[in-house]
């Protein structure tokens, strides 16, 4: 097995990631960037938006918006349950 560093492998990861949702959810990638114009800024903005801050989705259905709710509190929690 190849061990690679954390940083670059961290990287490629949120590459990859926003590649497959600028390929794959262009729609949310457009709502994220709150734009309707050019898709390539769009995309852009869309990827380090979701990069560097919070983003929140709303759904209609209120049970889904009760399963994906986690306050700041929870959230250090889980960092702390999974040795982080």
Do not use: H
């Not at 497959?20 to 995309?43: H, R």
């Amino acid at each position: 097995m190849i061990k690679v560093k954390a940083i670059p492998a961290i990287f490629v990861g949120i590459m990859i990631g926003g590649i497959f949702a600028i390929s794959f959810q262009p729609n949310i990638i457009n709502e994220v960037a709150k734009s309707d114009g050019n898709y390539l800024k769009s995309s852009y903005m869309g990827v380090i938006n979701t990069m560097t801050g919070d983003v929140n989705f709303t759904e209609e259905n209120a049970k889904i918006n009760d399963v994906f709710e986690i306050t700041e509190g929870n959230r250090s929690g889980l960092l702390k349950s999974g040795g982080m």
